[in-house]
Nanobody
Framework: QVQLVESGGGLVQPGGSLRLSCAASGRMLSFIYGMGWYRQTPGKQRELVSTIMGGGNTWYADDVKGRFTISRDNAKNTVYLQMNNLKPEDTAVYYC??????????WGQGTQVTVSQ
């Protein structure tokens, strides 16, 4: 079972950037084909933001396309999410985990991203 620790969140002004990191342990990332970033705001369901497959194929939700970039470094056992031109509606707790969601074993603590003046 893989353990995941997210980091890199914080408070940023609209238009700013953040880079989230997700460190995996317990299982080599190279053995996990699909990884993704999810986010959740209070009272809402967790939503999938972006995915990256073992072959490098990526997918983005419409509202982050062109602003977010997902990447993975299997040697460092880490998945990243570069977020540019952040908007207040990007405010959420961000989690990384396997995709599809039905393959998730457990969730980490996530990292809070707040976009505000």
């Amino acid at each position: 079972q893989v353990q995941l620790v997210e980091s890199g969140g914080g408070l940023v002004q609209p238009g700013g950037s953040l880079r989230l990191s997700c460190a995996a342990s317990g299982r080599m990332l190279s053995f996990i084909y699909g990884m993704g970033w999810y986010r959740q705001t209070p009272g809402k369901q967790r939503e999938l933001v972006s995915t990256i497959m073992g072959g490098g194929n990526t997918w983005y939700a419409d509202d982050v396309k062109g602003r977010f970039t997902i990447s993975r470094d299997n040697a460092k056992n880490t998945v990243y999410l570069q977020m540019n031109n952040l908007k207040p509606e990007d405010t959420a707790v961000y989690y990384c985990n396997k995709v599809p969601i039905r393959t998730v074993d457990s969730w980490g603590q996530g990292t809070q991203v707040t976009v505000s003046q």
